[in-house]
């Protein structure tokens, strides 16, 4: 292979880190390469964190992924973490879900669960956990608390939207860009603003 050749390849990963649904529709001269380098990749992350990693999936080397023992990240099938992304478990990825370059969730103790054909787009964040707030105490001596989060299957997060810890998001749910979700999003509901509202439904008016 020529300096060409590599300068080139090495462009089009750091394009396949920012923009992961790439990787689905390469061509075969590419696959080839670009499946033996995420092969690679994950190998490693695999035997450093505890993590479990399905089949044609894609996770950016520019992605931190920390999984201590009790603390998995799980990421199902034809699922994608793009760059800069900071992952820290338990965290449950479903199948072909899509995580965009800035993204951070925190799992906290009790988890965060992504169902199925979730997108969540970039710049936004998700902690499974809260401080207390006692007026009486420091902030850092605070007890932490953790209830988790739930987001549904089919769920569309868009960017820079904040969910915080106990929120549980329904199937087929739409989270309009700058939110802030602080309290339960029903099935096919769409909320947007700060906090969040309904401000509509997917399913059709008869």
């Known amino acids: 292979m020529n300096d060409t050749t590599e300068r080139y ?9 920012y923009m992961p649904w790439l990787y689905a529709n390469l061509k075969p ?27 044609n999936c894609f996770i950016a080397p520019e992605a931190k992924l ?20 900071v992952l820290h478990g338990p965290i449950t990825l479903g199948r072909s ?27 936004s964040y998700a902690y499974a956990f809260n401080h ?5 105490m420091l902030i850092k001596d605070q007890p932490v608390s953790s209830q988790g989060i739930h987001i549904g299957k089919d769920v569309w997060i868009g960017a820079n939207t904040g969910i915080v810890d106990g ?20 099935d096919h509901t769409k909320v947007a603003g700060n906090p969040a509202r309904v401000i509509g439904s997917r399913i059709p008016s008869k």
């Open 167 to 186: 929120v549980i998001i329904g199937d087929h749910a739409v989270i309009g860009m700058g939110s802030v979700v602080t309290k339960a999003v029903a």
């Open 9 to 17: 390849r090495q462009q089009h990963k750091l394009r396949l880190s």
């Open 66 to 85: 920390f999984a201590e023992p009790g603390r998995a990240i799980v990421i199902g099938d034809n699922s994608y973490i793009a760059a800069d992304c």
């Open 97 to 123: 879900v899509s995580i965009n370059h800035h993204v951070s969730l925190d799992g906290g103790r009790k988890g965060i669960y992504i169902g199925d054909n979730t997108r969540i787009a970039a710049y």
């Open 29 to 55: 001269n590419h696959r080839s390469w670009a499946q033996a380098w995420q092969e690679e990749w994950q190998a490693y992350l695999m035997a450093m964190e505890t993590i479990e990693i399905g089949n």
């Open 132 to 136: 207390g707030m006692d007026e009486q």
